[in-house]
Nanobody, 126 residues
Framework: QVQLVESGGGLVQAGGSLRLSCAAS????????MGWFRQAPGKEREFVIC????????YLADSVKGRFTISRDIAKNTVYLQMNSLKPEDTAVYYC???????????????????WGQGTQVTVSS
């Protein structure tokens, strides 16, 4: 099992950038597919971006294409979400998740993720 703690959320102006961190403990993140999901007020939680345990495969939602990237620091056992060109519609609570049973390709489905962080709030003002 692995424990996940997100950080780095806050208030940012439209067009600005923010980097979220997901610090893992207990097991190395290289054993898991890692994903980011978000939930806006009054909406269902949605997939944002994910990366395979090997780090070789990624998927991302169309809504964040060209703006968001995911990366890892194995030595720090941390996954990052770099968010650029932020829009007000990016406002949400962002969650980090880990999938222990992933294969070569990470999953876009939240039901397949086994471990979740507590979430961090991102607010983008216009």
């Amino acid at each position: 099992q692995v424990q996940l703690v997100e950080s780095g959320g806050g208030l940012v102006q439209a067009g600005g950038s923010l980097r979220l961190s997901c610090a893992a403990s207990g097991r190395t993140i290289s054993s898991y597919a890692m994903g980011w999901f978000r939930q806006a007020p009054g909406k269902e939680r949605e997939f944002v971006i994910c990366i395979s345990g090997s780090g070789s495969s990624t998927y991302l939602a169309d809504s964040v294409k060209g703006r968001f990237t995911i990366s890892r620091d194995i030595a720090k056992n941390t996954v990052y979400l770099q968010m650029n060109s932020l829009k007000p519609e990016d406002t949400a609570v962002y969650y980090c998740a880990a999938d222990r049973d992933s294969g070569w390709f990470p999953s876009r489905r939240e039901s397949e993720y086994d471990y979740w962080g507590q979430g961090t709030q991102v607010t983008v003002s216009s």
